[in-house]
């Protein structure tokens, strides 16, 4: 009997028939079951494949004590008890390497969809609003030549970082260790805030980012600062963040990632200036493909007694 494989949700781009060789494929689907019905459709599965909004805890585990392999569809891991894999033995493997390029794209994306009012005047438009041509017209902000801060400067915020150069960007960054980038000045991270008219979080979400962007450090942001926000949705205090926009301390923000996904703060859907994007930063065919492959690899590299590629310690 081959083991079992459950399958939270589908993986796009990828032919299963390699894994239905040596595992029973199970599951799949474009919406997550409940955890009542997960733990019943998984009974007695050896490897769980779980998307970054799947909660996998210890409860979780303790239903399902057959499962001996996660393998996450994503790179980040706060949805992962790791403490709780670890002492069961549960061996855990994500998707890192093969994100960075479309997350910055999207990510630089919003930049200028928020510096200069792309949304807004989409809707404008379509609502009929645009009878009359006016100078000094929904005006935005320049983005070329100014000061980006890029908060967590690992394989994302290092594309993003090249994306800037391009815009003659000067560039800030603030991360635990100093990174080998030309053209690119490490600053305290309070001291970024206060300098860059551009702000670009990139830092996984653990207990010491949760809230980061603070209320207190929102106050501390430049006048007129942009926010892009392609991490995870807690990294920022939505309350401070949304009050911000309202009183123009913060001109606009673009948004991919929010704190009960897939709910999006109430706060935010009534502000004109916020673009809101339903987590599309690792969104292109080609890249969602590649961390399937990734999953597929290592489930079959685990299934064969084979060390993984891409362990999560």
Known sequence: MKPILYLVRDL??????????VLDVRGGGTSAPSREELVRAARGA???VPTYIDRVDAALLDALPTVRHVASYGVGVNHLDLEACRARGVVVTNTPGVLANATADHAMALLLAAARRVAEG????????????????L????????????????????ALARRARGFDMRILYATPRAVDFPGATRAPLDALLAESDFVTLHTPLTKETE????????RGMKAGVVVVNTARGAVVDDAAL????????????????FRDEPRVPEAYLGLENVVLTPHLGSGTRETRAAMARLVLEDVLRVARGEPPRHPVP
């Open 211 to 218: 809230n980061l962007l603070s209320r207190e450090r929102i």
């Open 139 to 158: 005006l935005g902000t320049e983005v070329t030549g100014k000061t980006v801060g890029i908060v967590g400067f690992g394989q994302i915020g290092q």
């Open 122 to 137: 989409d809707r404008l438009i379509r609502a009929g609003g645009w009878r009359a041509v006016d100078p000094a017209f």
């Open 242 to 257: 949304a009050e911000a926009l309202r009183s123009g301390q913060v001109a606009a923000a673009g948004l991919d990632v």
């Open 12 to 21: 796009p781009g990828q032919d299963l028939a390699p894994l239905r060789e």
């Open 46 to 48: 050896a490897v769980l």
